[in-house]
């Protein structure tokens, strides 16, 4: 992984590949190449690491002509960053790929190849798809028919683009389990992992179903389902939302993320909510079957998404009372698992494409849940398209790779689940007047929030010489201060923990002194008390305390306490409002320590294998 580009047209597409390039950075990598067929019949390649700047600095200072070409932005998963290991990857001077995913069974492949007489020049598991389509053609068999045989011999997940020296203007793509779109031009057509790679040259596109292959050249598109069926796939126009975004006056896209969330919240309520009522329509048409009866919850997710999973099981239980179990994806999908009776499977992804989720919903088909859900920001995803339900988090083209404004829409359609099982479970209709009220109220209190960004920033300033910190929640803040760790760690490369609060004297005491902040959240509820004990175990060993406090809660600022007053807002509310002020802190640490904030190292937007 982590981002494809390919182009067939009757201009010259370096431009195009390399600009496509640039607008899936968003997703993180570590290297950039492109390989173009010229008019004399040969397939150029330049490769480089680092970001695609360098990559169109080397193709200025030595330009590539082609009408035809493949492009690619790595992600490392198999050989370290380097021009070796970065795509696209060729066979003889014949073939040229690119891919996304992982093969599982490369070593074999690499095996047989090599005694073929394959010389690998690679450590990564993509250059075997190269040479065995290569050595399939040396057998007659056309680009389309090779690839449609060398997929079937692949096990693991991938999406690929390949382009052949004898066969000009076409591009042959396909995919499994890894998401690709086509771009439909004028006399020019294209493919890429995202539609935000085409939107600069058109905005009609097709989405690729799972097993498809596409045959793509500069009269048409031909596509191929798994069984080898030729079929049609509805053409989608793009509409305004799928624009490249830009920072606009934001230094950098994950301020501008954050200082969106009161508009991507009104947008998630927005049709949802009605004065006093939720529109349980909203969850798709077939929502009064799918609810009806509803025993329990499993939700699955990853990272951020599964924080957001912790938070609702503790609005489920507490509202709806029925048992909520949230686990990571990547440990659902590999033990044995009991499902009880009724139980809705939710899955939760900002891109709807993240390669354990995704695997863990296809198990859950076949294990008698009730039904699916999806909570997911890309309505033309993998995961919308194969559960039953899916609810859009409406939360507009998230580029920092850090989760900021997904996250907290994430929180807010749960919390129109919860509202939504409730009623179902016989809640009155007080309850939902009071669930009601809370949302309208809540884009309102995160601009409130993020008034406090000044006070944040100078707060930010006492972490930046810090090597570790440590994050306190009790309740439905544990999940909250799990997120903020998360956030600081991403961004910062500060090591930063969370726990909850009341588990201190059980181990992390030990690690308390001057020189590890305490950072903590404290709305003022039922548990305030609980955790004044707590920080006050912190202070007794000398530690530094960081509050980010309600209001109302009777905190104030000390020689070891430094207090961030928040506004007082309804329980419901706490999570989504008590994250923001986190996110800030964590984005003002890291600018502070010079990191790349947008593209913190090792980490990808989209992870599309596991």
Known sequence: MCGIVGAVAQRQVSGILVEGLRRLEYRGYDSAGVALLGTQGRIECIKRTGKVAALSESLDAAPLDGVTGIAHTRWATHGRPSEANAHPHTSNGRLALVHNGIIENHVELRARLTAAGYEFRSETDTEVIVHLIDQLRQGGLSLLEAVKRAVSALHGAFAIAVIASDEPHRVIAARKGSPLVV?????????????????????????????????????????????????????????????????????????????????????????????????????????DEVFANVAAVQIVACGTSYHSGLVARYWIEEHVGIPCAVEIASEFRYRKLVVADNTLFVTISQSGETADTLAALRLAHTLGYRSTLTICNAPQSSLVRESHLAIMTEAGAEIGVASTKAFTTQLVALMLLTAVLAKRGGADAAHERAFVAAMHRLPGLVEQVLALDERIKDVAEQFVEKRHALFLGRGVQYPVAMEGALKLKEISYIHAEAYAAGELKHGPLALVDEDMPVVTVAPNNELLEKLRSNLAEVQARGGRLYVFADEQAGFTDSDTVTVVQMPHVPAILEPVVYTVPLQLLSYHVAVMKGTDVDQPRNLAKSVTVE
């Open 183 to 287: 771009g439909i031009g004028i006399g020019e057509n294209f493919v890429a992992s995202d539609q935000m790679a085409l939107r600069q040259v058109t905005d009609r596109v097709i989405f690729l179903e799972e097993g498809d292959i596409v045959d793509v050249t500069t009269l048409g598109v031909r596509i191929t389902d798994a069984t080898g069926r030729d079929v049609q796939r509805p053409i989608e126009r793009l509409g305004e939302a799928a624009d490249h975004a830009d920072k606009g006056a934001f230094r950098h896209y994950m301020l501008k993320e954050i200082h969106e969330q009161p508009r991507a919240i009104a947008n998630t309520l927005r049709g949802r909510i009605g004065e006093d009522h939720i529109y349980e329509q909203a969850f798709g048409v077939a929502a």
